[in-house]
Every structure is written in C-alpha cells, then in structure tokens.
C-alpha cells in the first residue's frame, strides 16, 4: 500500500460517460489511490459524477466521501477543503485533475469562452491548492498533484485557450513549489499527451483517432489508469525528494516522430 494512512482530496474525480467503461482522470487516480490505502474525498461539479466514483471504490473495499463543488469557486474551493478535514480530520494529498477543453481557433473564440477556460483549468488549480496549503502547512506538509498536457509545450492549432492554460498550470506547479517547499509541501505536475478517455471520445472522431496514432512512438493511445500511476507517484513517498517536477505520459511523443525515413 503506497499511500496506506494518507486522505487525498481529488478535485474532479467524477467523469463524463457511462458506468462500467473507459475511465476518466479523475476517476481513475481516485480508485488507484484508494487501492492504495488512501481515505478519498472524491470532489466534482458533478454531485452524481462524484458519487459514481465513490461507489466504485466502496465496491473495491476503500473508503471514500463525495462532495460537490466548482474549482473556480472560491467558496466552493474552501468548502471542499473543509470537508475533507471533517470528514477525515487531515489532508495530505490534493490531486488537482480538473482540466476543461475547448476546440475553437483564436480569431472565432469570445473573450467569455477564454475567461472560462483560465477561470477552470488555472484558477481552479489556484484556489484549490490556496486553501489546501493552509492546513498542509499547519499539518508537516503533504503534495499537490497538478495535470498539464503535452500541448502546453508543443501546441497543436485550434485549442489556444486550453493549451495556453495548461501552460500556466506548469509555470503554477514551479511557483507552489519553491513557495512552498520550506513546510515540506511537494508540488509536481503530471503531463499526459493523448489518453483514451471519455472526454477524448467526445471530441475525436474515429478518423482524427487514426491520425492521431500515427504520431505516437508507442503506437497506442494511453490509459487513464496509467495517468493515475503517475498521479500515485508523486503523491507517494517515493518521490519524497522530487518537487517542481513534470512526468510525461505520452507515448513517446515528446521524445520524438515514429520512423520518418
Ligand atoms: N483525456 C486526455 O486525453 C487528456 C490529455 C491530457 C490532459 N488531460 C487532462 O486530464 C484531466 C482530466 O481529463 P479527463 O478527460 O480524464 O476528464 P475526467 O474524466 O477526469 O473528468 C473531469 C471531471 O472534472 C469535472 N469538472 C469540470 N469542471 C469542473 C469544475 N469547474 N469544478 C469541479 N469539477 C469540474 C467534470 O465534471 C468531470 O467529472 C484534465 O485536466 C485534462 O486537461 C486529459
């Protein structure tokens, strides 16, 4: 058990999609941490979402509370936080998953669309871990986990708002880090390229999933359970010296392009 005795705060731990197939994320770090010994406070927008989450671990043996709340809410993200401390007296894990995507070119996007995307998927992270660094502080210490894109560092055109904010979400994860590496909080950020999720399902079609195939060194799209591996890692002791960091889940394809020649 690798986070056996630890309680972890996973903000969107629900998932889009039905019961009983592809994982999200989310879903997917909340069930391995679990697994893993941790106390859950399965946290989304989605009430039900969160719920179907907590009985999947419930179902598996594990402990775990839903709560609903929106990460770009400061009320909600303080809420969220005081819950896992009533429910489970402690918070020594917080998984920051939440991460929203908008395909749109920059000339065709509102200023409303872009505001929505920065107020989600950067302030969210922001709000979150304000409130969760507070009792991290008080408590000896704990880790944040934030969830990036590869897209951030090397963007594909049509989706600015998201890759731009998943930028700032690695420049956030350093910041946290250095701020707040002398109370023995760790903060690293997880760096997914193309996950076969259900999120993935809604916005590609099958023919844009062959072309994406082509791109990925391993030449398969990854899982959600393997996102949460990482999730686990950083989360775990056994990255007790690491802080500041980035680890790609990608396929390869930050290294480089399957045979070309
Ligand atoms: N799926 C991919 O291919 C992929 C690739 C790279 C990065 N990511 C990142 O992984 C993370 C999870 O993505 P996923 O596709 O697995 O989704 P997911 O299945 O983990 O679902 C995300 C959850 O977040 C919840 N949510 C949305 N807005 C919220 C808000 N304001 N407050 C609280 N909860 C909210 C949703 O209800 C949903 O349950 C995101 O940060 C995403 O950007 C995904």
Same mark, same amino acid.
């Given at each position: 058990?690798? *986070?056996q005795? %630890?309680?972890?705060? &996973?903000?969107?731990?629900?998932?889009?999609g039905?019961?009983?197939? %592809?994982?999200?994320?989310?879903?997917?770090?909340?069930?391995?941490?679990? $697994?893993e010994?941790?106390? &859950?406070?399965?946290? +989304?927008?989605?009430?039900?979402?969160?719920?179907?989450?907590?009985?999947?671990?419930k179902g598996?043996?594990?402990e !775990?509370?839903?709560?609903?709340?929106?990460?770009?809410?400061?009320?909600?993200?303080?809420?969220?936080?005081?819950?896992?401390?009533?429910?489970?007296? /402690?918070?020594?894990?917080?998984?920051?998953?939440v991460?929203i995507?908008?395909?749109?070119d920059?000339?065709?996007?509102?200023?409303?669309e872009w505001?929505?995307?920065? !107020?989600?998927?950067?302030?969210?992270?922001?709000?979150?871990? %304000?409130?969760?660094?507070?009792?991290?502080?008080?408590?000896?210490? @704990?880790?944040?986990v934030?969830?990036?894109?590869?897209?951030?560092?090397q963007p594909?055109? @049509?989706?600015? !708002?998201?890759?731009?904010? /998943?930028?700032?979400?690695?420049?956030?994860t /350093?910041?946290?880090?250095?701020?707040?590496?002398?109370? @023995?909080?760790?903060?690293?950020?997880?760096?997914p390229?193309?996950?076969?999720t259900p999120?993935?399902?809604?916005?590609?079609? #099958?023919?844009? $999933?062959? %072309?994406?195939? =082509?791109?990925? #060194?391993?030449k398969?799209?990854?899982?959600a359970? =393997?996102?949460?591996?990482?999730?686990?890692?950083?989360?775990? +002791?056994?990255?007790?010296?690491?802080?500041?960091?980035?680890?790609? *889940?990608?396929?390869?394809?930050?290294? @480089?392009? #399957?045979?070309?020649?």
């Amino acid at each position: 058990m690798r *986070v056996q005795g %630890k309680v972890a705060l &996973v903000a969107g731990a629900g998932m889009m999609g039905p019961p009983g197939g %592809k994982l999200g994320n989310g879903r997917a770090a909340a069930v391995l941490l679990a $697994k893993e010994g941790a106390r &859950v406070v399965a946290a +989304d927008k989605s009430r039900e979402a969160a719920e179907a989450t907590v009985a999947v671990i419930k179902g598996n043996g594990g402990e !775990a509370v839903a709560i609903q709340g929106d990460v770009s809410k400061e009320t909600d993200a303080r809420r969220m936080v005081e819950a896992t401390l009533e429910h489970y007296g /402690k918070l020594d894990i917080l998984d920051n998953n939440v991460g929203i995507f908008l395909s749109r070119d920059i000339i065709d996007m509102s200023e409303e669309e872009w505001d929505h995307i920065m !107020a989600v998927n950067v302030k969210g992270i922001f709000l979150m871990s %304000k409130h969760a660094i507070k009792v991290m502080m008080n408590s000896g210490g @704990g880790t944040i986990v934030n969830i990036s894109t590869i897209w951030a560092q090397q963007p594909s055109p @049509g989706a600015a !708002a998201y890759n731009t904010s /998943k930028a700032a979400v690695m420049a956030l994860t /350093k910041c946290m880090a250095v701020e707040y590496a002398p109370y @023995g909080i760790r903060v690293n950020c997880v760096v997914p390229a193309v996950i076969d999720t259900p999120l993935f399902d809604s916005v590609v079609t #099958p023919e844009g $999933k062959e %072309k994406r195939l =082509e791109r990925i #060194p391993l030449k398969r799209f990854g899982l959600a359970e =393997e996102v949460a591996q990482a999730v686990l890692f950083f989360a775990s +002791d056994e990255s007790a010296y690491t802080t500041g960091e980035t680890l790609l *889940v990608d396929g390869g394809m930050m290294a @480089g392009y #399957p045979r070309f020649f």
